[in-house]
């Protein structure tokens, strides 16, 4: 089911088929959302739940015995439900089944809002225990933006703009032991600007725990047209296109959970930025996509 909600500048759109925003257009009608040609990714914006990349070897130890579980989680292929529909807001729900106790022993329910609010799209994960044990987990975003945006440009002609001055190194990933590897060299990122070219990806995700910023723009400086994703509820961010295949997107992962990486073990509740509930609460993640205009058009 596709859900439209719309606001004078913006229109999203929403399938309930893993709760995943597939169109984000301007008045003008600009998309903004990779359109999933399956020639490069056939996806656009999954929901990371509950795991964040993958596990070692696919399998994970929770209470005690071994899951396995696949790459990003239970979420992309999932129904939810509708729970709320107004004209600018929509409720995406799901929760545990005895299928999803295979590869996950909890009782959970997890929802997604979308909410358009002057012409800034929210985006409100929130996570429920249902559970009578504490319950772990990781949760990410995933949305995919074209990128170029507008013809006659390139990826190389844009850049990320960091909301605040950073000094960091990103922590690679190892493509043979599908791992992220801090023992290596990744993109350093000082001040707040980072050029975007094809050959930062060739070790897949560029990956970066802790920034000092919450906010960052795909942004083409000769135009100003772009995105800007902010991610107030999440520690980490990852940026990912393919390399060396052409593909004319660009994603923006907000994290709060990671792949494996190298030093860690298989325990479940040991992983880079778990997250634990008690029984009976819930915990609420928040990220914003706002559209950034042509100087001209401002």
């Not at 070692?56 to 899951?67: G, M, Q, V």
């Not at 990852?238 to 792949?259: D, M, Q, R």
């Amino acid at each position: 089911m596709l859900i439209t909600i719309k606001d004078s500048r913006i229109t999203a759109v929403i399938d309930s088929t893993g709760a995943q925003l597939i169109s984000l257009r301007d008045a003008s009608g600009r998309e903004y959302i990779w359109q999933r040609d399956p020639k490069y990714w056939k996806k656009c914006s999954p929901l990371l739940f509950p795991v964040v990349g993958n596990c070692r070897n696919d399998r994970t130890i929770l209470e005690d015995r071994i899951y396995a579980i696949e790459k990003h989680g239970l979420c992309r292929e999932r129904d939810f439900d509708v729970s709320q529909e107004t004209s600018s807001k929509a409720v995406f729900s799901m929760g545990d089944t005895p299928d999803t106790h295979k590869a996950y022993p909890y009782a959970f329910r997890l929802s997604l809002a979308y909410e358009l609010k002057d012409g800034v799209l929210f985006m409100k994960y929130q996570v429920e225990n249902r559970d009578q044990r504490d319950m772990w987990y990781a949760i990410g975003a995933h949305p995919g933006f074209n990128c170029p945006m507008e013809e006659g440009y390139a990826l190389e002609d844009y850049q990320l703009v960091f909301e605040k001055e950073e000094n960091t190194v990103s922590i690679p990933y190892d493509l043979d032991q599908l791992h992220f590897a801090p023992s290596k060299t990744g993109t350093t990122l000082k001040g707040s600007i980072l050029p975007l070219s094809r050959e930062m990806f060739k070790h897949d995700a560029v990956f970066f725990d802790r920034l000092n910023s919450r906010a960052v723009s795909i942004l083409n400086p000769a135009t100003g047209r772009g995105v800007e994703v902010g991610f107030p509820g999440f520690e980490t961010v990852a940026f990912w296109t393919l390399c060396p295949e052409p593909a004319p997107y660009l994603c923006v992962e907000p994290w709060n959970g990671s792949g494996i990486y190298e030093n860690e073990d298989d325990q479940f509740s040991h992983r880079h930025h778990i997250q634990r509930l008690c029984p009976g609460d819930s915990r609420s993640y928040v990220m914003t996509i706002r559209i950034l205009e042509r100087f001209s058009e401002q």
